[in-house]
């Protein structure tokens, strides 16, 4: 029961860190690309052209994603990062096309690598 509370209190420490901290429009871009698992000095043509329509479609979400509106979290790292998980767990395909695939990647496989490199890069460069 320790390990879990020490665990979400340092959670706690670093949603409330998101939640305080804007996000330059400058690095949108080179965390969506971060968090596809991309460098920031790869081109825009050379990125794989599905990663290029869930980019867009994270953009979209932050006008039109559920609670996106919201005051106050409107342009914070907190919003950039929820926006992130809104499109890995209600928009992203996955293999097979089952519900029970898109809860696996969501929570073990790729979409669940796409949101942790996601918190890292936010965490570290905002």
């Known amino acids: 029961m320790g390990l879990s509370n020490?665990?979400?209190?340092g959670w706690l420490e670093e949603a409330k860190y998101l939640a305080n901290h804007m996000?330059?429009?400058?690095?949108?871009?080179?965390m969506l690309l971060e968090a596809f698992g991309y460098n920031g000095s790869i081109a825009m043509e050379d990125i794989?052209?599905?990663?290029?329509?869930a980019m867009n479609k994270i953009e979209e979400l932050?006008?039109?994603g559920k609670g996106m509106d919201n005051p106050a979290i409107k342009g914070t790292a907190w919003q950039a990062y929820?926006?992130?998980?809104?499109?890995?767990?209600?928009?992203?395909?996955?293999r097979g096309g089952?519900?029970?695939?898109?809860?696996?990647?969501?929570?073990?496989?790729?979409?669940?690598?796409?949101?942790?490199?996601?918190?890292?890069?936010?965490?570290?460069?905002?």
């Open 82 to 94: 929820n926006v992130v998980v809104e499109y890995v767990d209600y928009y992203r395909k996955a």
């Open 62 to 64: 932050v006008v039109v």
């Open 23 to 30: 996000l330059p429009e400058a690095q949108k871009p080179l």
């Open 48 to 53: 794989y052209n599905p990663v290029k329509v």
């Open 98 to 126: 089952k519900p029970e695939g898109r809860l696996n990647q969501a929570w073990f496989g790729s979409g669940a690598n796409i949101k942790e490199r996601t918190w890292k890069y936010l965490l570290n460069n905002i």
């Open 6 to 9: 020490k665990f979400y209190d």
